[in-house]
């Protein structure tokens, strides 16, 4: 619809160059006026623009450099490459030394926003070279700056710390202290970011020496925040609470990062309480989209820790989605920019091929659009075949257990009625006493318990303690007392004295665990757990070594 208006509105333009010229220059000058104390104003006045490419040489230039002005006080992106180094030109001709190193330097931004980054460094490279040659500091030291978020990009570390020191002195030569100030912050990070802690807090506390002066509150926070972050790499956890807490009294505008902050401090202490007060603080609107998601995320952590499974695995699943939602609306801007870039490309060279140009774009549009549906058709239908396989096997997984436990039980009630009547005939028994102590034993490997303290054991965390809780433990003493009930009667009667912990040993003979496993379980060291075993087969069988301790409780308690 805008390309349709735009192809419409061409021969009116054609028609009223003259005057429009004129308009667009009353309007450059009303927002030149309105630029520094009302930019969001400006930044309409200059949209509001029609067709500027098609202005001449210097209007173009100036509608360029107003507009990045403008743009870089807001937060906005740079033109496109093609109409800032067109505006280059005109200024390299007709424009002052200061006004040729800042358009290189959106030049170079632009570059950067494109992801062209040899002819951004050589944009920056160029206008810092005339800036250094002027002795315009100012823009010197923010061409290093911007030079230092492109090797902070490219990973350069090393060269990202030298760009950034390059702007301090620069700054410090200009007089620019609030800029001074900034530049120590990021020259803090990139100490903080090599682990280099004892320099990131030298260099944060200057700045906020620096920025203190200057009496601005958001100011102020801002740099609170950063060394917030820096007491927290550093553990000094009170510390960073408190720079984080005088960030949020200063700086109102965007709390949400910092609230975030919070709550990840309080989680890693586990006062999860807490945690979620702060997590619920930063779930307020914020100019970081990664903000909302990083929320998400948290909160399945702590959740996860306050063993909520279900409130955890729906908020990891919205974590996801917020995730997938912005890598698409990502795409969605790529796309819509190209379309753009496409369109002043056009503007710009080939005028007269424009109704061809723009109805090429929405076709291409068009066929990205449907192959995007068609592929995300397609995943879609493979996610689901894939649930539907997941499902069924896991519906025949289940229907297999339940056949297996009801031919177990079948067996053994055969068994122990053969048995039976057996014995009332006086007749030797053993062999069915040994199937059905077998067919027990495979009754209970199937059981959930016992499949859950062998992941238990093999799940091994350091430093964490993992021994069973009461509760599971009166379990695991339930299921073995219901599947050997003779056996539930001798340990109840514990003729031999055993004492609390040995009894927990006899149970946990019952699934054949190594020394280790059952050191994690018991909660003590293996060679403790050796002690206890010892203790417990010499009152159990003193006149016998070696061989199972659920052997032996077996004989005595059949």
């Known amino acids: 619809m805008k390309n349709i208006f735009l192809l419409i509105l061409l021969p009116v333009c054609l028609f009223f160059s003259c005057g429009g010229n004129r308009t667009a220059s009353e309007m450059m000058d009303r927002a030149e006026i309105l630029l520094e104390t009302n930019p969001d104003s400006a930044y309409t006045l ?46 390299k001709n007709h424009g002052t030394a200061e006004q040729q190193a800042w358009m290189g ?20 490279s160029d206008a810092l070279s005339l800036a250094k040659e002027k002795h315009l500091y100012n823009v010197a030291g923010y061409i290093c700056s911007y030079m230092a978020d492109l090797y902070q990009y490219t990973g350069q570390r090393s060269e990202e710390r030298r760009k ?59 740099i609170a925040n950063g060394l917030g972050n820096i007491y927290d790499l550093m553990g000094d956890v009170e510390k960073s609470k408190a720079c984080f807490f005088k960030c949020l009294n200063l700086n109102t ?3 949400a990062p910092t609230y975030l902050a919070l709550s990840d401090l309080y989680y890693n202490e586990s006062h999860l309480d807490s945690a979620r007060y702060y997590l619920e603080k930063a779930s307020t609107p914020t100019s970081n989209s990664y903000t909302l998601i990083d929320c998400f995320y948290l909160g399945y952590l702590i959740e996860k820790e306050a063993g909520d499974t279900e409130r955890a695995l729906c908020l990891l699943e919205q974590y996801q989605e917020k995730k997938d939602s912005l890598y698409n609306e990502q795409m969605q801007v790529d796309i819509v920019d190209a379309e753009k870039r496409h369109d002043v490309v056009t503007v710009v060279q080939e005028n007269r ?50 056949k297996l436990k009801t031919e177990l039980e079948d067996r053994l009630q055969e068994l ?102 059952e050191a994690i ?38």
């Open 253 to 255: 505008m965007d709390q």
């Open 416 to 517: 122990t009625a053969e048995m039976e009547r057996k014995a009332a005939t006086h007749e030797d028994t053993s062999e069915y006493k040994k199937e059905i102590i077998a067919l027990r034993f495979e009754k209970l490997k199937q059981s959930s318990l016992f499949k859950a303290i062998k992941e238990q054991c093999r799940k091994v965390e350091p430093n964490i303690e993992q021994k069973l809780s009461e509760e599971d433990w009166k379990d695991l003493i339930r299921l073995i007392n219901s599947l050997f009930p003779n056996t539930s009667a001798f340990m109840k009667e514990n003729t031999l004295g055993l004492t609390k912990t040995e009894t927990k040993v006899c149970y946990l003979s019952f699934f054949n665990l190594r020394l280790s496993e």
């Open 105 to 124: 330097l959106y030049l170079g931004r632009s570059y950067v926003k494109d992801k062209l980054f040899i002819p951004a460094t050589k944009a920056y």
């Open 521 to 558: 379980l018991l909660g003590v060291s293996s060679d403790s757990a050796n002690k206890f075993r010892s203790r417990t087969r010499q009152k159990l069988c003193p006149d016998q070594k070696g061989g199972d301790i659920n052997e032996f409780i077996l004989q005595k308690g059949w």
């Open 46 to 91: 200059l949209n509001n623009i029609e067709t500027p490419d098609k202005l001449n040489e210097r209007q173009f230039a100036r509608w360029c450099m107003l507009y990045c002005r403008t743009a870089d006080k807001l937060f906005e992106d740079m033109l496109y490459t093609e109409q800032l180094d067109r505006a280059l030109n005109w200024y």
């Open 164 to 222: 950034v020191e390059d702007a301090i002195g620069f700054f410090k030569q200009a007089g620019n202290e609030r800029s001074y100030a900034f530049a120590l912050r990021d020259v803090a990070k990139t100490w903080a970011f090599d682990d280099s802690l004892s320099l990131a807090l030298h260099y944060m506390l200057m700045a906020d020496s620096v920025i203190t002066n200057l009496r601005d509150s958001a100011e102020i926070g801002e």
């Open 353 to 402: 091929e424009l109704v061809v140009e723009k109805r090429f774009l929405l076709a291409f549009a068009i066929i990205i659009c449907l192959l995007l549906v068609v592929g995300y058709q397609m995943r879609d239908k493979k996610r689901h075949l894939e649930i539907n396989q997941r499902q069924k096997f896991l519906e025949e997984e289940k229907r297999r257990h339940k």
